[in-house]
């Protein structure tokens, strides 16, 4: 594969998640409404699309909650489908609620839905009392305890120092993430990749978020690349490769899957070949050997 540049995703890639942002969609939701969906529904709205931003899939998640609450028989998966039909993201799961119930429990659900204290929630969960006053600017919300570490402190490092050590000596490197860029500071740090901020797209930077190509074709730009290879661990991640491949054709782009993050084993393999990856990797730290 030619590539004189690369793009990184953080979650699943180089980092792992499971414990700390997956965790807390799950147990945001059981906060807030006393049920909640298991972790390994998570993927669903994944696959879905559009659910680059985990507040954005912990709101759908609790759409999915309130609406079985007023009757919705199906499971996740189908409700996920359903959202992936209409094109995927929030938008597409208010949407299936309307769909899916009566009028009148769809307003009831509208009517419990709270985004902000979701928000809220995830990012006490996330970040521990400590972080969410210094990044957040607020006081923690009520009714939880003070004194929560936080599950950012959970996420072991997937990448190896020597693969960043062969990737920058190489080839211009940049993050591309679905993260606050705070919280990308951090786990960038944690793995040891320096990254300025011009090489970086975080979601402070831009509002419309993978499989938009914006961000990657940005890059590219900046870096006057001829081929990028775009390495993540969401369809999405694909996706997006595909997408600036169409938006900017004088250039090669290649979506590379890593099956480290929700997407694993044989099953997550051929999901990544289906929608076009152009390779598949166990790891990120299998990336220098498929570009050398």
Not at 78 to 100: C, K, P, Q, W, Y
Not at 268 to 281: D, F, H, N, P, Q
Request: a negative charge; proline letters at 3%.
């Amino acid at each position: 594969m030619h590539a004189d540049s690369v793009v990184l995703d953080v979650d699943g890639v180089l980092v792992d998640v499971a414990d700390s942002y997956r965790r807390a969609i799950v147990e945001t939701v059981e906060r807030v409404y006393d049920d909640t969906i298991e972790r390994e529904a998570i993927q669903a709205f994944k696959d879905a699309g559009g659910f680059n931003n985990d507040w954005e899939l912990t709101y759908a998640a609790a759409l999915y909650v309130l609406s079985r609450q007023e009757g919705y028989a199906a499971d996740v998966d189908e409700f996920a489908d359903a959202i992936a039909r209409r094109g995927g993201g929030l938008e597409s799961a208010i949407e299936t609620v309307d769909a899916v119930l009566s009028a009148e429990a769809a307003r009831r659900v509208d009517g419990r839905w709270n985004r902000e204290r979701l928000r809220r929630v995830f990012q006490w969960l996330y970040l521990g009392a400590d972080l969410y006053r210094e990044l957040e600017g607020a006081e923690i919300p009520p009714g939880v305890p003070a004194d929560h570490a936080g599950y950012i402190h959970d996420e072991p490092v997937l990448v190896e120092s020597d693969t960043i050590d062969r990737l920058t000596e190489r080839f211009e490197v940049g993050v591309l993430t679905g993260r606050p860029a705070a919280e990308a500071e951090i786990a960038l740090s944690r793995v040891g990749l320096s990254i300025p901020e011009r090489h970086r797209f975080t979601m402070d930077d831009w509002q419309e978020g993978k499989p938009h190509p914006r961000a990657l074709v940005t890059l590219a730009d900046r870096f006057g690349s001829d081929a990028v290879a775009f390495v993540g661990d969401t369809l999405d991640d694909v996706r997006t490769a595909t997408n600036a491949a169409a938006a900017d054709p004088g250039r090669e782009y290649h979506g590379v899957g890593v099956l480290t993050g929700g997407l694993t084993g044989e099953e997550g393999r051929a999901k990544y070949e289906r929608e076009g990856a152009a390779a598949v990797l166990d790891s990120v730290n299998d990336l220098p050997a498929l570009l050398e």
